[in-house]
């Protein structure tokens, strides 16, 4: 006699796979603009039920690679 235990990796692994869906739904991409150049130059991920953090909505300091320096990106949806 043989264990079940094939049938329950199966199912388990089909659970994992739906609770990921559920996760990747919950959040939006975003794009950071450089102000100086105006580049596309970073994506990041935002929860939508949270709404956006305050660091975002302002700006944030990133290299721009065009320009060789840290310059202010703020958000921009596609």
């Known amino acids: ?13 089909k659970v994992g796979r739906q609770m990921s869906k559920k996760k990747a739904a919950a959040r939006e991409f975003l794009w950071l603009q450089c ?18 953090p305050e660091g975002l909505k302002e700006g944030m300091k990133k290299f721009s690679p065009r320009l060789r320096k840290h310059t202010l990106h703020k958000v921009k949806r596609k």
């Open 35 to 52: 102000t100086e150049c105006g580049d596309l130059n970073y994506r990041t991920s935002v929860n939508t039920k949270g709404g956006m």
């Open 1 to 13: 006699m043989e264990p079940a235990r094939f049938t329950i990796v199966t199912s388990f692994g």
